[in-house]
Nanobody, 113 residues
Framework: QVQVVESGGGLVKPGGSLRLSCKVS????????IGWSHQAPGKQRELIASLTSGELIVADSVKGRFTISEDNNTVYLQMNSLKPEDTGVYYC??????????WGQGTQVTVSW
């Protein structure tokens, strides 16, 4: 049974930094793609960053500010230079190509004074 548990969300001031974590348990089969998605209030969920085979691809809105990394069974989203428009729910997903996709429960990030 694969489980993806997210943590690290909260309130942060504009210009600040935050690191979100996904602790993954169970067996993930290669090849796979790591993704982080953002859902702003009242809007659709959208993919903002993905990592596969060491290659990072990010949306223009977070380019130069957000980075994905892996450490053993934990996936991180490092968020720097945060803006109010970054506010919303962030979701981690692990996609096994031609197999299953697993999602975390989401974690709320609020960027405000």
């Amino acid at each position: 049974q694969v489980q993806v548990v997210e943590s690290g969300g909260g309130l942060v001031k504009p210009g600040g930094s935050l690191r979100l974590s996904c602790k993954v348990s169970g067996d993930i089969f290669r090849p796979y793609v790591i993704g982080w998605s953002h859902q702003a209030p009242g809007k659709q969920r959208e993919l903002i960053a993905s990592l596969t085979s060491g290659e990072l691809i990010v949306a223009d809105s977070v380019k130069g500010r957000f980075t994905i990394s892996e450490d053993n069974n934990t996936v991180y989203l490092q968020m720097n230079s945060l803006k109010p428009e970054d506010t919303g729910v962030y979701y981690c997903n692990i996609r096994e190509i031609f197999r299953h996709t697993y999602w975390g429960q989401g974690t709320q990030v609020t960027v405000s004074w």
